[in-house]
C-alpha cells in the first residue's frame, strides 16, 4: 500500500499545488513556465504510475477487506458512472446546457467517480484511493469558488453540443463496462 500513497501524494499533491496561486506563480517565475509544465507533467505522470502499479501490488498482495457493500450499491455505483462518463464528455469548449449546470465538468465527474467506487468497493485500498482523490476534488471545488472561477457559463437552451456530450458519455461508459475486465481485472457486468 505504500506505492499506492507515494502515488497519490505526488499526483494529488501536484494538483493541490496548483490550487495554490501565490506558491505556484513564484514557482513559474523562479523556474519558467516551460520548466514548471514539464515539472508538473513528471511529478503527475509518475504519481499516476505509482498509484496504477501501487493499487496492482495491493489487489495481489495486500487486499484488506473493511466492509462488504450491499448488492444494490453496485447499480448506483453504475448509474453514477453513466453520469461521470457524460461529465467528462462536457469538458470541451462548446457551450452546453449540461456544461453550464456542471460548471467544472472534470471535477463533478471525479466526484461522481470517487463516490461509485466507494459505494460499491469496501477494501481498504480502494478506500484510500477513492476516497483520496473524493477529498481532493472537494477541496479543489472549494478552492475553485474562493478563486471566483464560476466555470462554464449557464445556458437557457439545449444545443447540439448537449446530444454530442450525452451520446459521447454514453459511448464511453459502455465501453468502460465492455473494458473494465481487461483494463481494472474486475467484470461490473456480473449478475447476481
Do not use: C
Amino acid at each position: 500500500m505504500s506505492i499506492l500513497i507515494l502515488g497519490l501524494i505526488l499526483f494529488l499533491g501536484a494538483h493541490t499545488f496548483v490550487t495554490l496561486r501565490g506558491a505556484r506563480e513564484r514557482a513559474i517565475a523562479a523556474v519558467g513556465a516551460g520548466t514548471y509544465r514539464v515539472a508538473f507533467s513528471v511529478v503527475s505522470l509518475a504519481g499516476f504510475a505509482l498509484i496504477v502499479w501501487g493499487f496492482h501490488v495491493y489487489r495481489r498482495t495486500e487486499w484488506v477487506q473493511v466492509w462488504y457493500p450491499p448488492e444494490w450499491t453496485r447499480h448506483v455505483a453504475m448509474l453514477l458512472m453513466w453520469f461521470a462518463f457524460v461529465s467528462i464528455a462536457a469538458m470541451g469548449k462548446r457551450p452546453s446546457r449540461i456544461r453550464g449546470w456542471l460548471r467544472h465538468p472534470m471535477l463533478n465527474a471525479v466526484k461522481l467517480w470517487s463516490t461509485a467506487h466507494l459505494i460499491a468497493n469496501g477494501d481498504l485500498g480502494g478506500i484510500v484511493l477513492f476516497g483520496s482523490f473524493l477529498a481532493w476534488a472537494s477541496y479543489d471545488r472549494v478552492m475553485v469558488k474562493r478563486r471566483g472561477d464560476l466555470g462554464a457559463p449557464r445556458i437557457d437552451h439545449f444545443t447540439r453540443s448537449d446530444a454530442i456530450v450525452l451520446i459521447a458519455g454514453t459511448i464511453a461508459y459502455a465501453a468502460m463496462l465492455l473494458l473494465h475486465p481487461v483494463l481494472i481485472g474486475v467484470s461490473v457486468l456480473r449478475m447476481g
